[in-house]
């Protein structure tokens, strides 16, 4: 599912037009992004936590295939932080009961 078919969904079963449902949509969106810039968490409950994880920096290898064959240097990452999305055990075991194999 697309944003776009999201907003359907939603106007469909709020009876809510498209256009508003998008404003907001898009202004929840704004919301946790800032909420992440700031460094503050988004918990919603029984759906899960928007928040920030920190990636120590960690040693790479990029390897280039060359005439003279391969070519291997090591690069450093530098630590970085990253969005992150954690599930509530709720949502998880929703998603568990639905799609067993």
């Given at each position: 599912?697309?944003?776009?078919?999201?907003?359907?969904?939603?106007?469909?079963?709020?009876?809510?037009?498209?256009?508003?449902?998008?404003?907001?949509?898009?202004?929840?969106?704004?919301?946790?992004?800032?909420?992440?810039?700031?460094?503050?968490?988004?918990?919603?409950?029984?759906?899960?936590?928007?928040?920030?994880?920190?990636?120590?920096?960690?040693?790479?290898?990029?390897?280039v295939?060359?005439?003279?064959?391969?070519i291997?240097?090591?690069?450093?990452?530098?630590?970085?932080?990253?969005?992150?999305?954690?599930?509530?055990?709720?949502?998880?075991?929703?998603?568990?009961?639905?799609?067993?194999?």
């Amino acid at each position: 599912m697309i944003k776009a078919d999201l907003v359907s969904q939603l106007s469909r079963e709020t009876g809510v037009e498209r256009k508003v449902i998008q404003v907001i949509l898009e202004s929840f969106m704004d919301t946790v992004k800032m909420s992440l810039e700031k460094g503050e968490n988004v918990y919603l409950r029984e759906f899960g936590t928007f928040g920030i994880k920190k990636k120590a920096s960690k040693k790479a290898r990029n390897i280039v295939k060359s005439a003279d064959g391969y070519i291997t240097t090591t690069i450093t990452i530098p630590a970085h932080v990253v969005p992150s999305f954690k599930p509530a055990k709720k949502f998880i075991n929703r998603v568990k009961k639905s799609n067993q194999i």
